[in-house]
């Protein structure tokens, strides 16, 4: 039992080491990607400076990283690990 929660939670860090890797590659590319447009840069001035809001920006807490762990760890438990003990035999 205690190999399949090892590699559940091998399997969980590995989903998520892929999906920051990911955003940050996205990331990346849009910004290399970007072309401002010049021209209407000024038409949108206005609005801008109208719509700020001001508070706390709403982040992940500990709960929701908790509840991805436990998402990717049932996960595996629950499809990978039986796929994989079906091919071994």
Request: aromatic share 16%.
């Amino acid at each position: 039992m205690g190999k399949i929660i090892r590699n559940a939670l091998l399997f969980t860090a590995g989903i998520h080491v892929l999906f920051f890797a990911y955003q940050i590659l996205h990331g990346m590319y849009l910004t290399y990607t970007y072309v401002p447009d010049i021209v209407d840069a000024y038409s949108s001035a206005g609005a801008m400076g109208q719509k700020v809001s001001f508070g706390r920006q709403p982040a992940f807490s500990g709960w929701d990283y908790l509840w991805t762990v436990l998402g990717g760890m049932v996960l595996y438990m629950a499809v990978v690990h039986p796929l994989l003990n079906r091919r071994r035999k």
